[in-house]
């Protein structure tokens, strides 16, 4: 049916492919956190980063219910299909991963996924 160099060919494949699986589940498993660094003013565009604060201002934007957070002076963004139905209050403290974009000359940190959002009691 499959000559020698076939059957080598898909086996290899597969390896491949288990080896593809195996590292995705490592990576998911050990998460954003090895990867992140913390976040300064110097932080270069698309840069995966942490940050640790309290909410200084909270503003759901009337285009699409997108939110901006201010936290310790810098902007957040999160979109409106990352925020869903969850609410921000001023004086909550959250830790967040995200990347550094630049929207209109300004530095901010977009939040690319629900699970980069984590309030801390």
Do not use: C, W
């Amino acid at each position: 049916m499959f000559g020698h160099q076939e059957r080598v060919a898909i086996l290899l494949l597969i390896a491949v492919a288990i080896a593809v699986i195996a590292a995705h589940i490592m990576l998911v498993q050990i998460g954003k956190e090895p990867f992140a660094s913390a976040y300064t003013d110097q932080s270069a565009d698309g840069t995966l980063v942490h940050i640790s604060g309290i909410i200084d201002q909270a503003t759901v934007l009337k285009n699409g219910g997108h939110v901006l957070l201010t936290i310790d002076n810098v902007t957040v963004f999160v979109p409106a299909t990352v925020a869903g139905d969850r609410s921000f209050a001023k004086g909550t403290t959250l830790s967040l991963y995200g990347t550094v974009q630049t929207y209109q000359g300004k530095k901010e940190i977009l939040i690319s996924s629900a699970e980069d959002i984590r309030e801390i009691q």
